[in-house]
């Protein structure tokens, strides 16, 4: 190649990096508009209040009530994250205050490992392990004889909180490890124990990490549809016990994926289920902002 | 390093895009044409062997359009299709209105009733399946089972297993749920659930019966292709394909074809019961 070139070709290829970046925001934005484009025309036929807090859902008689969906997405969020943030949060405190360094040394990587795994192989062991384990063998436990299915929130905030402890895990590990080493010391030195060092200082510094780490999570559990298709039973119920047939529910995400195959293009029912990929979309995208904004919080409080 | 992600997606993406664009469509000359519409069900069927037949007849182009089966006989009889496909026999009113209409029978569909192997039920009547499968039934010992509470498995909203059990067990415009049915997104899918679960009750295609599940007798008649074909089993329906009139030239060609051995290799591959 000629030198004289090299400034020019410089120029070009700042020029097309400068075209693919951008064609990632412009992505974004046609997705968006097409879900839009796909979605509202239902309003025209069902108003947003009955199609928010409707509990009725028959394509075939063109109700759309998609509060069953709403409160089910919620319900597993929320079941997953009780779970997980006590759980995580130990594990985070212990590995990166308490833990031994060969003991950190081997359950990071597992816990990196364990982030990389496809959501349907924990649907999948759960399928064969946990829901027969809650129908027949907690089932005679707790009530003395077996629940009338497996399926249901207990089960599906198990499979979820597992699936999204690593998130938890590694953006709390990774925000602990960021408080200065200073602020430790000094509470040593003022006579601390390591437990009133870790919840008086290390926890607050570390905090708005925490909160975004759990945040992080909450949106992977919200977009999560093959665990919840297959562990949470698909009822058109409000979840209203842990456990038997009344824990079922149905999610958005279930929702969408169960009906999007028969749909006939350009129907009610069509833009009803794009309607429900707004709901879906606008929560995530919300989800993530606080979440950025609390990141960027922990930084620059270093 | 992000940069070089970003560029490698971008250039990705690049690549779908064109590969899209460019698979067109390209046009066609002089040739003989068939219309054939109507019901949903039998719609795959109709589309896979038109398929195959204009391999076969390079000078033949078929159109296979949904619409359902009223409005697939009504737009036979019209003459607005050739062929009209249905998934249920003529009404009586259809056959006074248009009395020169032909059904052909070219498959079968049934539908097994099945609950886990340890159930000791071994038959029901299509009247309990209904109350069952409504929610009015809670437990198999009011119909002569174990003493288990019921849980019921049904299809997702869209299903044509689904719409084919409501429409011949729970009668039109009955949904077939109770509220806390679980939702299955497959056949299989419903037939592992209630091979693991001892208080399930499902319904599958009968092609998907095997031994990991037991299959109900109902009104006594136990499911096989026998009493399918025969039509003696309840939740059993015949496809039609409909013609004005005897079918001649193409429609018969095309009707022909489906009966034949290789159209109805393409029956069963849709997961329906063959009838010749």
């Not at chain 1, 009610?268 to 960027?296: E, K, P, R």
């Not at chain 2, 729970?170 to 497959?186: E, H, I």
């Not at chain 2, 009750?201 to 037991?214: F, H, N, Q, S």
């Amino acid at each position: 190649m000629v030198k004289g070139v090299s400034i020019n070709s410089e120029n070009v290829v700042r020029g097309a990096l400068l075209l693919f970046a951008m064609t990632a925001v412009l992505i974004l934005s046609l997705i968006f508009v097409f879900l839009l484009r796909e979605g509202l025309p239902l309003f025209a036929k069902v108003s947003p209040i009955d199609f928010i807090f409707g509990t009725r859902w028959e394509p075939s008689k063109g109700v759309f009530g998609a509060f069953n969906f709403i409160a089910g997405s919620i319900l597993v969020t929320a079941g997953g994250l009780i779970i997980a943030i006590p759980l995580g949060l130990s594990c985070a405190i212990f590995l990166s205050e308490v833990a031994p360094r060969w003991a950190r040394n081997m359950v990071r990587p597992a816990i990196e490992l364990l982030a990389g795994i496809p959501s349907i192989v924990y649907a999948a062991i759960a399928v064969a392990v946990l829901i027969p384990f809650v129908q027949y063998d907690l089932g005679n436990l707790i009530r003395g004889e077996v629940f009338r299915v497996g399926e249901g929130i207990f089960a599906v905030s198990l499979t979820l909180a597992i699936m999204v402890l690593p998130i938890i895990i590694s953006v709390s590990l990774d925000s602990m490890e960021s408080v200065p080493r200073a602020f430790k010391e000094g509470s040593f030195a003022l006579g601390s124990t390591q437990w009133q060092t870790i919840r008086r200082i290390t926890l607050p510094t570390a905090l708005p990490g925490i909160v975004a780490g759990s945040i992080l999570g909450m949106g992977r559990l919200v977009g999560e549809t093959i665990v919840v298709i297959l562990v949470y039973g698909n009822a058109k119920h409000i979840t209203s016990t842990l456990f038997g047939a009344k824990s079922t529910g149905e999610t958005l995400t279930a929702a969408i994926l169960l009906e999007m195959s028969y749909v006939p293009v350009g129907s009610t029912w069509h833009s009803a289920l794009f309607s429900l990929g707004i709901i879906l979309l606008i929560t995530v995208f919300i989800l993530s902002l606080i979440s950025n904004y609390l990141l960027s919080k922990s930084r620059v409080k270093l | 390093m992000k940069t070089d992600r970003k560029l490698v997606w971008s250039g990705i993406i690049f690549l779908m895009m064109g590969i899209a664009m460019l698979s067109g469509c390209t046009g066609s000359g002089e040739k003989r044409s068939l219309t054939v519409a109507g019901s949903t069900t039998v719609q795959p069927i109709a589309a896979s062997a038109a398929e195959e037949f204009m391999k076969k007849n390079p000078d033949v182009i078929i159109s296979v359009q949904g619409g359902g089966s009223g409005t697939g006989i009504k737009m036979v009889a019209e003459g607005s299709a050739d062929i009209g496909d249905s998934s249920r026999e003529l009404k009586d009113t259809e056959k006074t209105e248009h009395p020169d209409l032909k059904p052909y029978a070219i498959a079968a569909d049934g539908i097994a009733v099945v609950v886990h192997p340890s159930n000791s039920l071994g038959d029901l009547t299509k009247q309990q399946v209904r109350d069952i499968f409504a929610g009015k039934i809670k437990n198999f010992k009011e119909v002569g089972g174990p003493d288990r509470e019921i849980m019921v498995i049904i299809r997702e909203e869209g299903s044509g297993t689904r719409s084919t059990f409501e429409e011949l067990v729970m009668k039109k415009g009955k949904v077939a749920n109770a509220a806390d049915a679980l939702q299955k997104p497959s056949n299989g899918a419903v037939k592992a659930a209630v091979a693991g679960n001892e208080n399930a009750i499902g319904y599958i295609g009968l092609g998907y019966v095997d031994e990991t599940v037991k299959a109900l007798k109902i009104d006594g008649v136990a499911p096989s292709i026998a009493t399918i074909k025969s039509g003696d089993y309840p939740i059993s329906r015949k496809l039609y394909m409909i013609t004005k009139g005897e079918a001649t030239g193409l429609k018969k060609e095309f009707i022909d074809f489906v009966l034949s051995d290789e159209g109805q290799q393409i029956v069963e591959k849709a997961g329906f019961i063959r009838v010749t």
